[in-house]
């Protein structure tokens, strides 16, 4: 069981020692988005940012749920990974303008909804 566990904090480990996928995690901080709306706001390519969504999946940071022809990314809420990243965000300003840039989004998507 001990191995498993290890195993998964590398993955961890992994996912957060990107710059890139750490913004990506900030990003999603307050909604959901699909592959094409993370992409317009990174500078990197379609597969690359494919393999990104992919490692941070793996590590169980983030839950791709397809709707209709999309799949639309959010963050896994009970991982205490990402509870304590949020954290770290928080005091870093890297990724605080992308946190409230997230939360407008998510702002726009209720006022699209009412």
């Known amino acids: 069981m001990q191995g498993n566990h290890m195993k998964n904090m590398g993955k961890i480990f992994e996912a957060l020692a990107s710059d890139v996928r750490r913004k990506i995690l900030a990003y999603l901080s307050a909604t959901s988005l699909t592959a094409g709306e993370i992409a317009a ?51 870093c300003p890297v990724g605080r303008p992308l946190k409230k840039e997230s939360k407008a989004k998510a702002a726009q998507k209720t006022k699209g909804e009412t």
């Open 41 to 91: 706001r990174f500078e990197i390519s379609k597969p690359s940012l494919s393999k990104h969504l992919s490692i941070l999946e793996n590590a169980g940071l983030i839950e791709g749920e397809k709707k209709g022809q999309y799949i639309h990314y959010s963050l896994v809420r009970d991982n205490l990974v990402n509870t304590l990243n949020s954290y770290a965000q928080e005091v």
